[in-house]
């Protein structure tokens, strides 16, 4: 199994830039898809965007789509996540999220990370 760690959450103002990061350990990291999650209070946890094994194939919410933008490292078994002009609604817990597979699930990834949390002012 693969263990997953979130850095990078704290505050800041619309329309400002936070980048997340996602180590991962305990398993292959390159055989897993990769991607994020987000909660915010009161709402379900929704998909935010996706990385295939390899890199080569991303999805992201239409909700983000064209100001966040994930990669991945799979020497250095790390995921980010590039958050750029950011909203009051994009306020949530972020979730790495991981599953063994060509694709991550949209719905129910196999594996999570802890959450960071992430707070934008208006």
């Known amino acids: 199994q693969v263990q997953l760690v979130e850095f990078g959450g704290g505050l800041v103002q619309a329309g400002g830039s936070l980048r997340l990061s996602c180590t991962a350990s305990?398993?292959?990291?390159?055989?897993?898809?990769m991607g994020w999650f987000r909660q915010a209070p009161g709402k379900e946890r929704e998909f935010v965007a996706r990385?295939?094994?390899?890199?080569?194939?991303?999805k992201y919410a239409d909700s983000v789509k064209g100001r966040f933008t994930i990669s991945r490292d799979n020497a250095k078994k790390m995921v980010d996540l590039q958050m750029n002009s950011l909203k009051p609604e994009d306020t949530a817990v972020y979730y790495c999220?991981?599953?063994?597979?060509?694709?991550?699930?949209?719905?129910?990834?196999?594996?999570w990370g802890q959450g960071t949390q992430v707070t934008v002012s208006s």
């Open positions: 990385i295939s094994m390899s890199g080569g194939t991303t």
């Open positions: 999220a991981a599953d063994l597979g060509l694709l991550l699930s949209t719905t129910r990834p196999g594996y």
């Open positions: 305990r398993g292959t990291f390159s055989s897993y898809a």
